[in-house]
């Protein structure tokens, strides 16, 4: 199971931590994602990390702006959020997946999402 915490609303230029945390363990195999989703729009992939490695991925609109990382003793995996945007508002979700990728079809567990509201 995943939990995501840390959301909220922020005004333009602020910052948000995220957390996705595990009730069981990851495994170095795994890769754990954030994806975000806007009212009438598709589940986007926004940063990965995976677990054994700490190698990251980011979507080039939150490169620069968002971090992805992990703490394994805690079995979770952060998303520092900073010079937030109003175009960054949605419900955020962290997947697991067994591969890196931006498809939502490659994660098998998800968590029940966290909402992301940026004012102007």
């Known amino acids: 199971q995943l939990v995501e915490s840390g959301g909220g609303l922020v005004q333009a230029g602020g910052s948000l931590r995220l957390s996705c945390a595990a009730s069981?363990?990851?495994?170095?195999?795994?890769?754990v994602g954030w994806f975000r989703q806007a009212p009438g729009a598709e589940r986007d992939f926004v940063a990965a990390?995976?677990?054994?490695?700490?190698?990251?991925y980011y979507t080039d609109s939150v490169k620069g702006r968002f971090t992805i990382s992990s703490e394994n003793a805690a079995n979770t995996v952060y998303l520092q959020m900073n010079s937030l945007k109003p175009e960054d508002t949605a419900i955020y979700f962290c997947?697991?997946?067994?591969?890196?990728?931006?498809?939502?079809?490659?994660?098998?567990?998800w968590g029940q999402g966290t909402q992301v509201t940026v004012s102007s």
């Open positions: 997947g697991v997946g067994s591969s890196y990728s931006h498809d939502t079809r490659d994660y098998f567990r």
């Open positions: 069981g363990r990851f495994f170095s195999s795994h890769v």
């Open positions: 990390i995976r677990w054994g490695s700490r190698r990251t």
